[in-house]
């Protein structure tokens, strides 16, 4: 069973940076691919950005793109999510995801993971 645990959350004015982690118990080595998804309130999950650990390959929402970097350790048990830039818009809980599947570009759809973390708020102020 794989377990996700996320970490470095908190709140930061606009402008800022905030590094997200996610470290991944469990069978991690079946996992191919990872990503971080966002939820605002009254708003749909939404991917941000996705790696395939075993081939590298990444996927970043527009929106992102430019000012967040996703990366993962050697040993990949960890995930990471690099924000800067951050504007109130980036204001949401931040998921880690996981899938077994390897494809070459892990999309960005939250149905398509089968394990999640429990969420840290990021919370930017203007």
């Known amino acids: 069973q794989v377990q996700l645990v996320e970490s470095g959350g908190g709140s930061v004015q606009a402008g800022g940076s905030l590094r997200l982690s996610c470290g991944v118990f469990g069978y991690g080595d079946s996992i191919h691919c990872m990503g971080w998804f966002r939820q605002a309130p009254g708003k749909e999950r939404e991917g941000v950005a996705t790696l395939n650990s075993g081939r590298t390959t990444t996927y970043y929402a527009d929106s992102v793109k430019g000012r967040f970097t996703i990366s993962q350790d050697n040993a990949k048990n960890t995930l990471y999510l690099q924000m800067d830039s951050l504007t109130p818009e980036d204001t949401a809980i931040y998921y880690c995801?996981?899938?077994?599947?390897?494809?070459?570009?892990?999309?960005?759809?939250?149905?398509?993971?089968?394990?999640w973390g429990q969420g840290t708020q990021v919370t930017v102020s203007s």
């Open positions: 995801a996981a899938a077994y599947p390897d494809v070459y570009a892990c999309p960005a759809l939250p149905r398509w993971y089968t394990h």
